[in-house]
């Protein structure tokens, strides 16, 4: 029996010396290789964090103290060491592990995560319960240096800062956010972690004042104690001892033994403390750690040699998103691309590459990039954002205010809209067709395949005002691309099929699966007209009015919620333009969504065929054809 089948709780790692620990971090590494490389997931984060969340664990007693973590995508070795070891090959799979903190699965998980930057605040607030309460327990927040570039993370330092409640921010700084982490703060906390002279500084200071006959040992314990430390006089402006926190640190994170002193005086400090902690991502698996972006989170892979064990598909509709935007940028100097984080992710790697001056990484921060994307525009720019629909409800006041209020000529690009599978709840763009239809002045609109998608980017590039295009995380529908890109004259629906019993309506992907339906209706008999909606806003009227007089029964499908979305709107539009008698089935998702493979996932939602067709049923059009 391995050490690691011990560990049912925290406390089963008290009594082990450095080198069972030493052991069980090696165990816990091939743990994760092993699950990972068949699940898929975010391994490199993990194995970055073995050291630190043994430390975690040995010197706070969770479940009593609480641990947030930021993102949680870093949370597999604690959950390997919270009781969760049997259930481990079942992260990120149907009604398996989550792969993120999840509260009804562990009393260890504080705290809810997917979406960055929001530990600092969910820890002040554990804090500051905890002293209204007069409670006594730890409260730790563990954010990563990308992490630590999102706003929220800096409103939650002013705050903690100011309130002087004991909390402790460990900051896991290993240089990455998904890509290489950007932005000023990288910078800074690379001066910390590199600058040699720190250190020296430092015990040259004691040395001296230590030598000064009669007051100098003393002065030198003084100094060291005061609250404007020896670091606060020696490193001007230490941002984090300036808001207010006592800063610790660098500190290398792999020496268990040392992060655990550290946090044990951490812990023993009045007030915010900040524990800056440098480690290694993809730390102890070769591959991971040469190439930390790709094993961030990854599909299946072979763990003896790294590679990727990837079926050939059509390229996704993001890498054709990406060449697309490439190409019109090369034709016209205005256009800018921007992202929050998330270069790879969004396809504009290549548009990075090439056109340098013209991209923007603006670190995990989704609010800056919208309202920077309008300055740019009224700056007399053609700024496209590429934002990931889960996160653009961070940025939706900015969206409503700062670029469609004042039709700012921004282009929204709402990449892994719809469910994106093993990631789950936390990361399925389910919600952007509701809060988004909504907002005046927005055009959006949504492909039915690759193709269109590139003739619908080249359309949003040419109009005069906000666009907003949804596009899905999988692969394309494997179509030919014309090289001929043409506008798509704006609210104007296409109709794949003509048909009088039923009105097949579908946005985005589930075009396809309403022709595949109609077929199989058109076996039992039932003639149905398929409309691909193409635009959310505007509707196209005179083309819904038709068919829905025509056929007076309508299915809509869309991967989204049904609340608020392209189904709903089609029951506005019918109450709006007065057209009664109008039966309306409406399939897409009725609340939040668990985690699991798309195709499954479609399936348990109806999302498919046979739902267009036990939709059909519910319309009672199969006993109407056979009485007509
Ligand atoms: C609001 C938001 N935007 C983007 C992301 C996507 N994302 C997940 S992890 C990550 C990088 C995080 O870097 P860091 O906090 O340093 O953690 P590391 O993986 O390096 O340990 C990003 C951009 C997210 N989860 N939430
Ligand atoms: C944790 C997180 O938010 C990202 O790492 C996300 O999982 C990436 O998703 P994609 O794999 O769809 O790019
Ligand atoms: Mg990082």
Redesign the pocket.
């Known amino acids: 029996m391995g050490l690691l089948e011990k560990i049912h709780e925290p406390k089963d790692l008290r009594g082990l010396n450095l080198t069972d620990l030493n052991s069980l971090a090696q165990e816990i590494r091939q743990e994760m290789i092993k699950v990972v490389s068949k699940n898929g997931g975010?391994l490199a984060p993990n194995l970055g964090v073995v050291e630190l969340t043994l430390a975690l664990h040995r010197i706070f007693n969770s479940p009593h103290d609480k641990i947030v973590w930021d993102?949680?995508?870093q949370t597999y070795v604690h959950k390997l060491l919270t009781g969760r070891l049997k259930q481990f090959k079942t992260i990120r799979q149907y009604k398996g592990l989550s792969?993120?903190p999840k509260r009804g699965e562990s009393a260890h998980d504080s705290f809810e995560t997917?979406?960055?930057s929001t530990s600092i605040s969910a820890a002040v607030g554990f804090a500051k319960a905890r002293d209204v309460l007069q409670e006594s327990h730890h409260v730790v927040a563990v954010i990563g240096d990308g992490a630590m570039t999102g706003g929220m993370a800096y409103e939650a330092l002013n705050h903690a800062g100011h309130s002087e409640t004991n909390v402790i921010v460990v900051l896991n700084d290993n240089e990455m956010s998904?890509s290489p982490n950007v932005g000023a703060m990288s910078t800074y906390l690379n001066r910390l972690r590199t600058d040699p002279l720190y250190d020296k500084r430092k015990e040259d200071l004691e040395y001296l004042l230590k030598r000064i006959p009669g007051i100098g040992p003393q002065v030198a314990k003084l100094a060291a104690k005061a609250k404007d430390s020896l670091k606060y006089l020696l490193v001007p402006g230490l941002l984090f001892e300036e808001l207010g926190f006592t800063y610790l640190g660098p500190i290398d994170g792999h020496d268990l033994a040392l992060v655990e002193k550290v946090l044990d005086q951490a812990k023993n400090k009045k007030g915010p403390v900040l524990v800056h902690v440098v480690t290694c991502k993809g730390k102890g698996y070769k591959p991971a750690e040469e190439n930390p972006d790709i094993f961030?989170?990854i599909g299946p892979f072979d763990p003896e040699t790294g590679k990727v064990t990837k079926k050939p598909a059509p390229p996704t509709y993001t890498a054709v998103f990406g060449e697309t935007l490439c190409q019109l940028a090369r034709e016209n100097p205005k256009i800018v691309a921007i992202t929050a984080a998330?270069p790879?992710?969004t396809g504009l790697n290549e548009f990075a590459k090439e056109l340098p001056d013209r991209f923007f990484d603006v670190g995990i921060a989704e609010q800056h990039a919208v309202t920077f994307a309008a300055g740019l525009a009224f700056g007399g720019l053609k700024p496209v954002v590429a934002i990931?629909s889960t996160?653009y409800q961070r940025a939706y006041d900015q969206v409503l205010h700062d670029v469609c209020l004042q039709q700012a000529n921004v282009v929204l690009a709402i990449d892994?809209a719809g469910i994106?599978?093993d990631?789950g709840p936390?990361?399925h763009g389910v919600f952007d067709i509701s809060f988004f239809r909504i907002i005046p002045n927005l055009v959006f609109m949504a492909p039915k395949d690759e193709n269109e998608l590139r003739h619908m980017l080249y359309t949003a590039i040419k109009h005069d005002g906000p666009v907003a295009l949804r596009y899905p995380?999988s692969a394309g529908q494997g179509v030919t691309l014309d090289k001929k890109l043409k506008q798509i004259p704006i609210g104007k629906a296409e109709v794949l099929r003509d048909g009088r019993d039923v009105t097949l309506i579908g946005i985005g992907l589930m075009v396809n699966t309403c022709l595949l339906a109609a077929q199989e209706l058109s076996y039992r008999g039932v003639d149905a007209a398929v409309i691909n909606l193409r635009y959310i806003n505007p509707l196209d009227r005179k083309l819904l009015s038709h068919y829905a007089q025509l056929t007076k029964k309508i299915i809509t499908i869309e991967d989204h919620s049904l609340k608020g979305g392209m189904g709903s709107a089609i029951l506005e539009f019918l109450e709006e333009e007065g057209i009664d008698g109008v039966t309306v089935e409406r399939l897409g998702y009725p609340g939040f969504v668990d985690q699991g493979s798309i195709p499954h996932l479609f399936t348990v939602h109806g999302l498919s065929t046979k739902g267009i067709v036990q939709a059909a049923e519910r319309l009672k059009l199969f006993r109407d054809v056979a009485q007509s």
């Open positions: 975010h993102v949680g995508h792969g993120f997917g979406h960055s998904i961030h989170g998330m790879g992710g990931y996160f892994r994106v599978g990631d936390t990361h995380r």
